[in-house]
């Protein structure tokens, strides 16, 4: 008969496990609601074996949310293969995915973070780099998925980085009680994607060529083509208005 023996962790593999642990937590409940205390206790560990890793729990939950970060920036990368409105479909899927496993970490995250340990004024806290990071991969994700070079013309660069911050504020507002099926979400913020393009196309021939080759390229049952098809349903029940005289 053996007697089981815990293994002694290397110094990088119990801080690698500690982190799991407070992402863990984090998921579950706001990280101001976390206390090292109970970090400890799911890891096995006493609480001072806690500090001997992380000075605090600020430097433990920055640990934290930069896996967080690194996971949900690679949600945003997808194989540049078929319909660009079936890829988007498959980001936001994926996005929301992470968005529903981390739902108070994602909160924090996107929110900058407790209190604790902010930075001097006029200095972006860790928390704030990181989340930036994350809005700037996704948005060079989308531009390559355009075959735009970085920078993109300027009309682009709003509708990008406009559709990246639709995207995290929709989610942050899905999590406050999730009134509006998760699966609709995806969709619609596709659809969002093609309107915000569209509009500004319709300033811009440069944004207008865009979104001609967009569409060209859509099934009709994609979630472009969806679109159009609801928009015709749409501007089918909207009165003719009489033509205005030219002045």
Known sequence: MTTGVRRRMGVEERRQQLIGVALELFSHRSPDEVSIDEIAAAAGISRPLVYHYFPGKQSLYEAALRRAAEELRARFVEPHEGPLG???LRVMHRFFDFVEDHGPGFSALMRGGPAAGSAPEGT?????????????????????????????????????????????????????GRR???????????????????????????????VVRMLAEEPADGPFGTLVDRLGTLLARVPAVPAQPVR
Do not use: C, K
């Open 86 to 88: 079936a890829r988007l």
């Open 124 to 176: 972006p806290s860790a928390t704030n780099v990181m989340i930036d990071e994350v809005r700037q991969a996704a948005y060079e994700q989308i531009l390559s998925h355009l075959g735009v070079p970085v920078p993109p013309p300027a009309r682009l660069d709003l509708v990008v980085r406009s559709w990246v911050a639709l995207a995290e504020s929709t989610a942050l507002i899905w999590l406050d």
């Open 180 to 210: 509006v099926p998760r699966a609709e979400l995806e969709v619609q913020l596709v659809h969002d994607f093609a309107a915000l393009a569209a509009v500004s196309a319709a300033y811009d021939d440069e944004m207008a060529a865009l």
